[in-house]
């Protein structure tokens, strides 16, 4: 099974206005509710594309009660950490004249000591785990290393961790080394020391920590340039096929759900990449915070590998 792990997940409402006017009364759509985060998303996405794979998150008070039963409608096995203070929610809002999305994300709600740990318990508890993924970011009163932690774990499991992150939590997990990162541009400036980085230069520094022992697999997000895939020994990129973009809500976590559940089955680190890239498309095409269809996956896919062969 793979099991993902998300420290700060969140209740994505999504609506639609006809515009968005400043000191205005705007009427909005019916508000669509899904459960988000990184983590959350890679599971409920590796499920679409018929995978295995179950929850562990931190979720309290009603708006929690109400990311479980979101959850539970969408047949995702879960382990719950009861919490003290309220689950997040983030706010999406499509202005339709303009046809743009505004995205509104809330802080991260604190979480105390031992709510943290028992997440870590309770992947340390669980026994058939082939790969754990741990995505999103940090909320309050959980500590930076926090990843560089569940290495150690995922280590001891022979598990294989995936970890998509940011800042001092990225910077602690390629310290410790996991088995696959998955940087944008950005993230992967910082973990080099620059300011930038050209194209020409992402492969040697994704090699180069890969060498140092940051990761066995590099995924590097270049935007609407694609995406990358580095080894010690390979490297291989793929550009998403032009679609019309209905939201990118949830596009990278399907696209690392597409990645993790295309090496479970055996598939190749290529093909494992193509699809990848086919599910993170297959989201653009979902509107609101719906992530990517197997259907549409599987076509995209397809599409993908015609161009390449």
């Known amino acids: 099974m793979i099991i993902t792990l998300t420290f700060s997940p969140c209740i994505d409402k999504s609506a639609s206005v006809p515009a968005l006017i400043p000191e205005k009364k705007m009427r909005c759509s019916l508000a669509k509710?899904?459960?988000?985060?990184?983590?959350i998303n890679v599971a409920r996405a590796i499920i679409k594309l018929g995978g295995?794979?179950?929850?562990?998150y931190p979720a309290g008070g009603y708006t929690g009660n109400t990311f479980n039963q979101l959850l539970e409608e969408e047949n995702v096995p879960t382990t719950v950490i009861r919490t003290k203070h309220e689950s997040r929610e983030n706010v999406i809002i499509l202005d339709k004249e303009q046809n743009k999305q505004f995205r509104f994300g809330f802080p991260g709600t604190e979480l105390f000591e031992n709510e943290w740990k028992e997440c870590l318990a309770a992947i340390e508890n669980e026994e058939n785990a082939s790969y754990i993924v741990a995505s999103g970011s940090l909320p309050p009163g959980v500590p930076d290393d926090v990843y560089a932690r569940l290495s150690k774990i995922a280590k001891k499991k022979n598990a294989k961790l995936v970890v998509d992150t940011s800042g001092e939590a990225l910077k602690h997990a390629v310290k410790e080394g996991v088995f696959m990162l998955k940087p944008n541009l950005g993230e992967l400036s910082t973990l080099a020391g620059k300011n930038h980085i050209e194209d020409n230069e992402i492969e040697n520094i994704a090699r180069e920590l890969i060498n140092k022992g940051a990761c066995e697999?590099?995924?590097v997000s270049m935007a609407?340039?694609?995406?990358?895939?580095?080894?010690?020994?390979?490297?291989?990129?793929v550009i998403p096929p032009k679609v019309e973009v209905k939201s990118t809500v949830g596009a990278g976590d399907s696209m690392v759900a597409g990645i993790v559940f295309a090496l479970w089955k055996g598939m190749s680190n290529q093909e494992a990449l193509q699809y990848g890239v086919a599910s993170g498309t297959a989201a653009t095409l979902q509107p609101g915070t719906e992530l990517c269809s197997k259907e549409n996956t599987d076509k995209l896919y397809r599409h993908i590998r015609q161009l390449t062969d």
């Open 217 to 219: 697999l590099m995924i």
């Open 224 to 237: 609407d340039k694609g995406a990358m895939l580095v080894t010690k020994s390979e490297s291989f990129t």
């Open 52 to 56: 295995k794979a179950k929850a562990v």
């Open 33 to 39: 509710l899904d459960p988000g985060g990184g983590g």
